[in-house]
C-alpha cells in the first residue's frame, strides 16, 4: 500500500537526519533533568505528605508534571521536525515527480504524517519508561497515568498536523518551523487574554489547546476533548490535502 511505503520512507529518513537525532537527545536530557527534580521534590515533601488525607502520589506530583513539561517542549521541536516533510521535497525538486507519480495527494499527506507519527510514538514511550521506572520503588496511579498519556498523544499528533500543513504552505524549512510555532503558539494561549480579563469566552476556550490538554491531563477523560483532538488533526490533514492537490494542478 503507497502509505505504509511513503510512511515506512518518511520514517526512515527522519531517524537517518542528524538534526532529528541532536533534537531528541537534547530533549530527553532535558525531561530526564526534569524527572529527577520532581522525584528529588517528592523525597523532600514525602514526610509532609504522609500526614495530609488523600495526599498527592507520585503520579501527581512526578508523571503528571514530566508531561506537561513535556507538552511545552514538544511545541518548541516539532516544528523543527515536521518543516522538511513537504517543502524538502520542494527545494528538491522531487515534490513534482512524487506529484506526477501514480499516487493522490491524500496518500501522500497520509503517509507523510504517519511517518511522523511514528517518530513522535516513539519518543512518548521513551518518555513513559521514566514514571513507570518509579515502580521498582513505589505506586503508580495508572488511570491518571494512562490519561496522561492520551492527551500528549493526542497533543503530539495535533502538533504534527500543523507541522506538516505549514510544511505544505511554505518554500522553505525555516519558514515552514516559524509559522507552525507562532500558530502552535497562538492556539495555546488564544484564552488567556479572556482569562486575565475575568471574561470568559467559550469560543476561545474551545480553540484553546492547553485547555484540551490539560482536562485530558487531570484524568477526566471526555467526549468534547476527543472530538475536538479528532476535528483539529483532521482540519490540518484535509488543508494540506486540499494546497498538494493545488499544485498538482499547476505542473
Not at 82 to 90: A, D, G, Q, S, V
Not at 232 to 248: G, H, V, Y
Request: negative net charge.
Amino acid at each position: 500500500m503507497m502509505i505504509t511505503a511513503i510512511a515506512l520512507r518518511e520514517f526512515k529518513s527522519l531517524f537517518l537526519s542528524p538534526l532529528a537525532w541532536s533534537i531528541l537527545a537534547i530533549l530527553q536530557f532535558i525531561l530526564a533533568y526534569l524527572f529527577l527534580t520532581q522525584v528529588e521534590t517528592f523525597i523532600i515533601l514525602q514526610p509532609q505528605l504522609e500526614g495530609l488525607d488523600n495526599a498527592p502520589g507520585l503520579t501527581d506530583v512526578i508523571a503528571a508534571p514530566l508531561y506537561g513539561n513535556a507538552a511545552i517542549i514538544f511545541m518548541l521541536v516539532t516544528p523543527m521536525l515536521t518543516m522538511r516533510l513537504i517543502c524538502e521535497e520542494r527545494r528538491n525538486k522531487t515534490l513534482a515527480l512524487l506529484l506526477s507519480a501514480p499516487v493522490s495527494s491524500t496518500e501522500i499527506v497520509i503517509g507523510k504524517y504517519l511517518g511522523i507519527l511514528g517518530l513522535m510514538l516513539t519518543v512518548l514511550l521513551m518518555i513513559t519508561l521514566m514514571p513507570l521506572s518509579l515502580l521498582a520503588g513505589g505506586t503508580l496511579d495508572f488511570g491518571k497515568l494512562l490519561a496522561n498519556i492520551l492527551a500528549l498523544l493526542l497533543l503530539l499528533a495535533a502538533f504534527s498536523s500543523v507541522g506538516l500543513f505549514m510544511s505544505c504552505l511554505s518554500g522553505h524549512p525555516t519558514v515552514a518551523a516559524m509559522g507552525a510555532f507562532g500558530l502552535l503558539m497562538l492556539l495555546w494561549i488564544v484564552d488567556w487574554s479572556a482569562g486575565l480579563r475575568d471574561d470568559k469566552s467559550e469560543l476561545f476556550e474551545y480553540l484553546s489547546l492547553l485547555r484540551h490538554f490539560q482536562n485530558l491531563q487531570s484524568g477526566l477523560i471526555n467526549t468534547v476533548d476527543l472530538i475536538y483532538f479528532a476535528l483539529f488533526i483532521a482540519t490540518f490533514l484535509i488543508l494540506s490535502i486540499r494546497n498538494l492537490d493545488n499544485d498538482r494542478l499547476q505542473k
